[in-house]
């Protein structure tokens, strides 16, 4: 978490509980409890660590998968079919949350997206190739 407003070169804000929420509350729009944070007092370095570590980003699933089929075509030449499936499952695999926090003049958080995913990961992609060995 960074974007404290405190004037000192540090800029963490100071967490005032613990920020996870319950898998069943997680969803795109709030991956961690925003309210958990507020700006230190001036002068002073916000007491959030470098890393939360019971707050974790999504994580990532993806199955690939691959076909390669050789065709001889005579004695010194083969031709081979490739298709290759990258997240096959076509499941969505979200970026990491937006970690700024933005103090206002009341010292709570003004950033919109502090919290939110607002990203993915490429869909399905398919490659189809050919090659010809002579």
Known sequence: MTGASNFTNINFPDVIRNPTLPASQRGPNEWFDTSAFRNPPDFTVGNTPRTLPATRGPGLFTVNASAFKKFRLGEPMTLEYRTEIFNALDHVNYNDPNTTFTANA?????????????????????????????
């Open 106 to 134: 009341q010292g709570l958080n003004s950033n919109a997206n502090f919290g939110r995913i607002t990203s993915s990961l490429s869909a399905r992609r398919l490659q189809l190739a050919l090659r010809l060995t002579f």
